[in-house]
């Protein structure tokens, strides 16, 4: 059978190192087939999050070869295996043991997001009048899953570390994001983060904040 060699990052908050684990593979093997092989035959104290196995739950969020991806959708065929494949935990998040982080930080910044109000009902009985388009745009971002992965390969809080200035692409944080798009490379889901969320909002912050013809128009637009 065939071998390949798995370079996991061991260690917790205090620090770590890669460890090598030569195992089997075989076809059809996902990135995360092999981490439970090699807890189950060679490190049994081996941490890791898991939980659908079909990129649904967003858990299994780590960086194989440097990139951010879900281990159980990451394929074994798309990999190089004539060299050790590295699995570290995601490094914009605080490490606790090998590879799980603590993402607690993306719950407690929803919870700055305003919460939606609508606008008066369109219709005598209490109902309002949407247009398909506006359904697809809100639909796209039913689909993430909380992986953070997008959160996670963001460099204004990987390298820049503005946890407090900045909520990241998967809460539609658009203070110091450049548009680099790399978050949307990263979406297991494909949801088109920054053309679909994030440049919108932008828009609308300049046409609300910054149009001085805007500014304008709205002093002499009737109160009601
Ligand atoms: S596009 Fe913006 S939010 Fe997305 S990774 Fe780049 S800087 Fe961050
Ligand atoms: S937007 Fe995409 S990358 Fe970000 S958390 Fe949701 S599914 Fe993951
Ligand atoms: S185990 Fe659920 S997304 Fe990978």
Redesign the pocket.
């Known amino acids: 059978m065939k071998k390949a060699i798995f370079r996991i990052w061991r260690g917790d908050a205090k620090g770590g190192a890669f460890v090598d684990y030569p195992t089997e593979i075989s076809e059809g093997m996902v990135v995360l087939d092999a981490v439970h092989q090699i807890q189950a035959a060679q490190a049994n104290d081996l941490a890791c999050r898991w939980n659908c196995k079909a990129g649904k739950c967003g858990s299994c969020s780590a960086e194989i070869n440097g990139m951010p991806k879900p281990m159980c959708m990451t394929r074994l065929d798309q990999l190089a295996l004539d060299q050790p494949v590295t699995i570290e935990p995601m490094r914009a998040f605080p490490r606790i043991r090998d590879l799980t982080t603590d993402v607690s930080w993306n719950y407690r910044v929803k919870k700055k997001i305003k919460r939606f109000r609508p606008r008066p009902p369109d219709a005598a009985d209490g109902t309002w009048r949407m247009a398909q388009t506006d359904i697809d745009r809100v639909q796209e971002f039913r689909r993430c899953i909380e992986c953070f992965l997008?959160q996670d390969?963001?460099?204004?809080?990987r390298d820049h570390q503005k946890y407090e200035e900045f909520i990241?692409?998967q809460a539609d944080?658009?203070g110091?994001?450049?548009?680099?798009?790399?978050?949307?490379k990263v979406c297991p889901e494909n949801i088109k983060?920054?053309d679909n969320a994030?440049i919108p909002l932008k828009e609308r912050v300049v046409d609300e904040f910054y149009d001085p013809l805007g500014k304008l128009l709205k002093l002499f637009r009737p109160t009601t």
Do not use: A, M
């Not at 390969?153 to 809080?157: A, G, I, R």
């Open positions: 997008c390969v963001c460099h204004v809080l990241g692409p944080g658009i110091y994001c450049n548009i680099t798009k790399c978050c949307t983060i920054t994030i």
